[in-house]
């Protein structure tokens, strides 16, 4: 069994080229399978059938596990089995009849134009984390990249002479425009902070720590979450409220669907829709709220 695992764990590295957080995500979920394999004294990952799965999918639900969790892992499965029926260790797919789990699906929060400046306009150029914490949270809402992209910025990602960045995950390149206010914050970041930050001067990542080595996730995701005590703002804020606010506020101001898909580096165009309905139900309330017959 681990030595399938290992194979397809090589195979979404090697041939899928899977992001380092995809991939992350695959291996918990086929591990917590394994493991209920494991635990009912299964010991061959391929002697397997359709109840077995839907049994441990079950477990899951019975343990408290949401349905986007559950469902989660029925995909993880599924895609194994895939793998597994590729290289003709088994004859089916045993998690391909199986029914995936009611996921309702909610809309992105956004925050509202004037939300956002106040959330920007909390970092303060007093020193050198303000510096960075400035630079990185006006970059993110000028581009709505993932935090993930965000991160893995070099220097010369970024032209500031043109106001460009150029983001790479892997598998495409695309080129996303800088207002200049962003272009202004990177510019003073790189200028009065990052060289101070950075001990190693063959570091080429954008954004580092105070260690002046590259930022993690979570390290941002801490940044945000204190950023957005400091406004006060009551929604829930994380790193990639900015980027869905981006997307809703661009298609409020009349960019067009495609435009936007480029930029967010969406494959399917229908994960670009949902913004649309998100305006959408923007302009419902404001008409609800001011039309003197829709009260």
Known sequence: MNALIEQYTVFLTKEKKVSNNTLDSYM?????????????????V?????????????????????????????????????????????????????????VEKKLPQILTSKEVELFLDQPKCVDLKGYRDKAMLELLYATGIRVSELIELKVEDVNLEIGYITCNNGKRERVIPLYSAASAAVSEYIRNARDMMVHDKSERTLFVNCNGTKLTRQGFWKIVKTYKLQANISKEVTPHTLRHSFAAHLLENGADLKSIQEMLGHSDISSTQVYAQVVKNKLKDVYKKSHPRAK
């Open 28 to 44: 918990r979920d086929i591990n917590k399978y394994v493991n209920y394999l494991q635990a009912n004294n299964i010991s061959d």
């Open 46 to 102: 391929a002697g397997v059938n359709r109840t077995t799965v839907l049994n441990y999918l079950l477990s899951m639900q019975e343990g408290g596990a949401a349905p986007a969790t559950i469902s989660r892992h029925l995909a993880s499965i599924r895609s194994l089995y895939q793998y597994l029926q590729g290289i003709k260790v088994v004859d089916g797919n045993p998690a391909v009849d199986v029914q995936a789990f009611h």
